[in-house]
Nanobody
Framework: QVHLRESGGGSVEAGGSLKLSCTTS????????MAWYREAPGKERERIAL???????TYSDSVKGRFTISEDNANNTLYLQMNSLRIEDAAGYYC???????????WGQGTQVTVSS
């Protein structure tokens, strides 16, 4: 199974910034397209950012203009830079490897983000 590990979550004041990281194996990082998801209590898991192998990035309307997804190929790490955080951004954030073609797919354990007023 795919192993992914998120880190960087924590508590931040509204308007502040936070940067999440997701690490995996070189093979998985190379073969899989990667994405960030979040899940708030009582809500469905939502894909908020996608990084395709060709470098194309897409964002959900809820985070567009505030969050940035990026990859560090040398360190097999996916990042999510979160700026202008809002109270409604509070959620568990998950790194996902999209299961398609040769990528088996998988999820990390999640990292919690709390935003206070």
């Amino acid at each position: 199974q795919v192993h992914l590990r998120e880190s960087g979550g924590g508590s931040v004041e509204a308007g502040g910034s936070l940067k999440l990281s997701c690490t995996t194996s070189p093979y998985i990082f190379n073969i899989c397209e990667m994405a960030w998801y979040r899940e708030a209590p009582g809500k469905e898991r939502e894909r908020i950012a996608l990084f395709e192998k060709d470098g194309t990035t897409t964002y959900s309307d809820s985070v567009k203009g505030r969050f940035t997804i990026s990859e560090d190929n040398a360190n097999n790490t996916l990042y999510l830079q979160m700026n202008s955080l809002r109270i409604e951004d509070a959620a568990g954030y998950y790194c996902g490897a999209l299961g398609r073609w040769t990528c088996p797919g998988g999820w990390g354990q999640g990292t919690q983000v709390t935003v206070s007023s």
